[in-house]
């Protein structure tokens, strides 16, 4: 056997058991906000400081991930979501009343 071969070769069989799926967790949803054609946008922050990797800022339009935004620590990401909403709204935006939210 070669050193590039794995350790576990019946890991390589056709029917060999496969490992969980990862599933993936939701961030903090910290606004929402909704268009007058019906299109809804919300922003999530994800915690990565576990790993060493900071901060992530998420835009989802419609529940579909839109854009993100890599920062290096929470008070960052708070400062970047907040202004994203800030131009939405003044591009006609609004609030998406009794929906979450916190910002």
């Known amino acids: 056997m070669s050193d590039t071969s794995p350790r576990d ?8 058991k ?7 967790r939701p961030g903090e949803e910290v606004w929402r906000l909704r268009h007058a054609n019906g299109r809804v946008q919300s922003c999530e922050l994800r915690d990565n400081t576990q790993a060493g990797a900071g901060w992530d800022v998420m835009l989802l339009e419609n529940g579909e991930p839109l854009f993100s935004r890599h920062c290096a620590d929470e008070t960052l990401a708070r400062f970047v979501a907040t202004s994203t909403k800030q131009d939405l709204l003044r591009t006609g935006w609004a609030d998406a009343a009794g929906e979450t939210g916190r910002a």
């Open 9 to 16: 070769q019946a890991a390589l069989l056709f029917n060999a």
């Open 18 to 24: 496969r490992a969980a799926a990862r599933t993936p």
